[in-house]
């Protein structure tokens, strides 16, 4: 089988670069256009960026900083094998605006991951926690009616304040089947929480309403729709964009 790493295909119409990364124009941080992990590679496997986008914050209502640079990654054979039949042959351009769609992909267990880049250098780990925890618990509130989840206090645990967020830190947050919530920094990983609510919770806040970054989310459904329209084999059909930086 042809790797698809090989050829940097990529569901974005943004440039992919000749080291296989896409640039968050923002902060211009680069995320690889394709993540395996050690299981990944077992499985011969990966898992696909999506969508890049930013995370800002006012201070004092003096001025606006970008607290973190994302990527939004998902296993695509999970997507379509999942939602393929529903979806497949829906234009990008139309599917990126539907609810229903975003809907969908929440409510299954579909293998995302959402890459984090610290870009605010005097960032502390009390200020991740903070803005983690009011976030998530509206997030869980309109999910399940409770603002309170059993793996909230995990999830809080691992975000340690010894742990140093410079800038140009990697969090890695992945939402794996059985309702699995994953943290690694660094490439390390902190630890695994099972708990449904708060995977969705925590994945609600790039592509639920409202998202961090309405114009991401957009791409990453639109993204998706490139990805429901490609083969098994990871090669683009007539939907889909594979861009190469031969520069």
């Known amino acids: 089988m042809e790797d ?7 569901p974005l ?41 930013f995370r800002d914050k006012s201070l004092l209502r003096l001025k606006t900083i970008i607290v973190y640079a994302f990527g939004f990654y998902v296993k695509p054979e999970n997507l379509r094998s999942v939602l393929g039949k529903k979806y497949a042959g829906v234009a990008p351009d139309v599917l990126k605006f539907r609810t229903e769609f975003y809907d969908d992909l929440l409510s299954h267990e579909l293998d995302m991951t959402v890459r984090v880049v610290v870009n605010y250098k ?5 200020m991740v926690r903070s803005a983690f925890n009011i976030s998530l618990r509206n997030r869980l509130r309109k999910i399940t009616g409770s603002d309170s989840d059993a793996g909230l206090g995990c999830f809080f645990d691992y975000l340690r304040d010894d742990l140093r967020m410079k800038k140009g ?79």
């Open 122 to 126: 005097r960032l502390r780990m009390d």
């Open 13 to 53: 119409t943004r440039k992919v670069n000749s080291d296989g990364s896409i640039i968050e124009p923002s902060t211009g941080f680069r995320f690889p256009v394709l993540l395996r992990s050690d299981v990944d590679v077992q499985d011969n496997a990966y898992r696909v960026l999506a969508g890049v986008g």
């Open 4 to 10: 698809p790493k090989d050829i940097y295909w990529s």
């Open 169 to 247: 830190t990697v969090i890695d947050f992945r939402w794996l089947p059985g309702g699995r919530l994953t943290t690694e920094v660094s490439g390390k990983e902190l630890g695994t929480i099972v708990s449904p609510s708060l995977c969705r919770a925590f994945f609600d806040m790039y592509i639920g309403e409202p998202p961090v970054l309405q114009a991401t989310k957009e791409e990453i459904g639109e993204s998706f729709a490139r990805i429901l329209n490609c083969d098994r084999m990871g090669r683009p059909k007539q939907l889909c964009a594979q861009t190469k930086d031969h520069s």
